[in-house]
């Protein structure tokens, strides 16, 4: 399966598939990996402002390495599915966009 880890405006579950927004618990995770993920997602509910971006440039790099951890043991928790982390860091103090992937394993 392929999945986007993003956050989106009121979205508690930052996980999306080619056809939209992901239920709530797909992809299944861990229980710990998944309160972290929801945790990081409501960080970005909180804190970031449509029309201003973050509220500061250390608050933005704080929610983009937690991402990038994030990202790295939702790979390890799904090794046969490709993973995707796209943070758009629109607006406010910062302006750029930071994609990781990993594509899926093809061997069987």
Known sequence: MEYRLMNDYSVGWPFWATDGLCDDGDPQLPTSLAAELRAWAATFNQEFDYMTGWPTATLADE????????????????PNDSITLEMPLFGGPRTRRSTSSRAASTSG
């Open 63 to 78: 929610h983009e390495r937690e991402g990038r951890r994030l990202y790295e043991e939702v790979e390890r928790a799904l």
